[in-house]
């Protein structure tokens, strides 16, 4: 498989409150904010339209389980089907099963420290 991660998809941390959260990146460092987050907008080195989402979540969140952590990378990848297969037969743990929207496939695995990590093949052209 040629490509794997091909740049990291979000920051998702847990707030004690989001929307302060939100509110004070907004303010005191111009983040673009909705009721997501923020999105930050780029393009790839063959000009493509990318981004990069940036998200505080409920401190009491499931999503980030099984990890305990406060925290998640979400990472862009080429091929969401064939890296989760390959992942397998490396013996990486998939946490749950691939998900797809309009804006991407999602699927999920463990680190080496049990931290949850997401991984997204994404059509960033369903955001404009």
Known sequence: ??????GIGGLFFKSDDPKAAKDWYKKHLGFNTDDWGSTF????????????????F????????????DFMF????ENLVELLSELKKEGVTIVG?????????????LDNEGNKIELWEPVDQAFK
Do not use: C, H, L
């Not at 498989?1 to 091909?6: A, F, G, S, Y």
């Not at 409920?58 to 999503?63: G, P, S, V």
């Open 97 to 109: 099963e691939m998900q797809e929207f309009e804006y991407g496939k999602f699927g999920w695995i």
């Open 58 to 69: 409920a401190k009491k969140t499931d999503y980030f389980e099984p990890s305990k952590k």
């Open 41 to 56: 907008w780029w393009k790839d080195k063959q000009g493509n339209d990318a981004s990069t989402q940036w998200s505080p």
């Open 74 to 77: 979400n990472y862009r990848v």
């Open 1 to 6: 498989m040629k490509n794997r991660v091909t």
